[in-house]
């Protein structure tokens, strides 16, 4: 069997976290029993979500335990099979984590999934056509509920999730305003993916300039919001909100490192009887084939072209989660392993 290197989480961060959190480790990979399978990783997929798993405190998943491999998504290519659904060569999904190679029972529900490569590229079955598409699906459909002629903001809206949402509520006949870091990342938002419009962040920093950002980018005002982010971006928002509009709350990226996000004007929540919702899209399996089936269409007719920043080899993998972070990757975040 072959050796196998793993990132493990060696210590919690205290505030930022660091590369010194993580530790390379080879390990042996174990002979497999009945039902198993070996998986060799192309891909594994980083995202933010995994921040706050590192810390030891309150969330809706259990920490990410100490000295044991980063939890993850993977995609990947059997090469040993002790199941009979599954043979060598089958392009799989799984939840592999940080490492080269998985064992996994493929008898589990759920642990592994085949793929179609002949449309959809593999990597994208972690990104457009994988958890963060689903993610901006079930936000969107499920919460957010648009009706055509409506105005949609995204946060991150380069990433995975922003990037599958603007296909979906521009499907949908709706008005869409991503916000994302830097000129490159918004020419991108609206020139390739076909948002109606894109505000830098960081031609904003304040509630403020924000503000007005959005007045001129939705002048019908805000009917549906995605957060990714929060901070003071969601103050400004809330300040565009329209009366019944709807928030789809999936991430706090700007509160990660263990600071609190207060909100600076709570009463805008009543004032506008808005509906805000947290989600986490893993409790909403039974939604995911026909997200999937959606997701998967407009990425093979083109209408959702999806970018990714890619780094190269296991050993990479913490200093890219870091830039992730702090928003230095373009488009969906993976490592390469083969």
């Known amino acids: 069997m072959p050796t196998n290197k793993q990132i493990h989480l060696d210590n919690r961060p205290d505030g930022e976290a660091v590369a010194g959190n993580f530790k390379l480790v080879t390990a042996e990979t174990p002979a497999l029993a009945d039902n198993q399978v070996l998986v060799r990783h192309h891909y594994m997929s980083l995202d933010p979500y995994m921040r706050g798993?590192?810390?030891?405190?309150?969330?809706?998943?259990?920490?990410?335990?100490?000295?044991?491999?980063?939890?993850?998504?993977?995609?990947?290519?059997?090469?040993?099979?002790?199941?009979?659904?599954?043979?060598?060569?089958?392009?799989?999904?799984?939840?592999?984590?940080?490492?080269?190679?998985?064992?996994?029972?493929?008898?589990?529900?759920?642990?592994?999934?085949?793929?179609?490569?002949?449309?959809?590229?593999?990597?994208?079955?972690?990104?457009?056509?994988?958890?963060?598409?689903?993610?901006?699906?079930?936000?969107?459909?499920?919460?957010i509920a648009p009706k055509a002629g409506e105005t949609m903001v995204v946060t991150a809206a380069s990433g995975a999730v922003g990037s599958a949402f603007g296909a979906l509520a521009k499907a949908r006949g709706c008005r869409v305003v991503g916000i994302a870091g830097g000129p490159d990342k918004c020419k991108y938002v609206t020139d390739e993916l076909g948002f109606d419009a894109c505000i830098d962040y960081r031609q904003h920093p304040d509630v403020k300039s924000m503000s007005a950002a959005l007045k001129e980018a939705c002048p019908n005002g805000i009917d549906g919001y995605f957060e990714n982010v929060g901070g003071y971006i969601f103050d400004a928002v809330l300040l565009r909100a329209n009366a019944f509009s709807r928030v789809a709350l999936c991430g706090m990226i700007a509160g990660y490192d263990g600071q609190p996000l207060p909100l600076a004007n709570p009463a805008l929540i009543l004032i506008n009887r808005m509906k805000i919702e947290g989600f986490i899209v893993s409790e909403h399996m039974e939604v995911w084939p026909e997200a999937l089936t959606e997701l998967g269409t407009l990425v093979g007719t083109g209408k959702l072209k999806p970018r990714e920043s890619v780094a190269q080899g296991i050993e990479s993998a913490p200093e890219a989660f870091l830039g992730l972070l702090k928003g230095k990757n373009f488009g969906k975040q993976l490592v390469k392993l083969i």
């Open 53 to 143: 798993r590192m810390n030891d405190s309150k969330s809706y998943a259990q920490p990410q335990p100490l000295g044991q491999v980063m939890q993850g998504g993977t995609v990947g290519e059997v090469v040993e099979s002790k199941h009979p659904r599954y043979a060598v060569g089958d392009k799989v999904v799984g939840f592999g984590g940080w490492q080269e190679y998985s064992v996994v029972d493929a008898s589990q529900p759920g642990a592994l999934k085949k793929v179609d490569t002949t449309h959809v590229p593999l990597s994208h079955y972690l990104g457009a056509v994988g958890m963060p598409g689903v993610t901006a699906w079930y936000g969107l459909v499920k919460i």
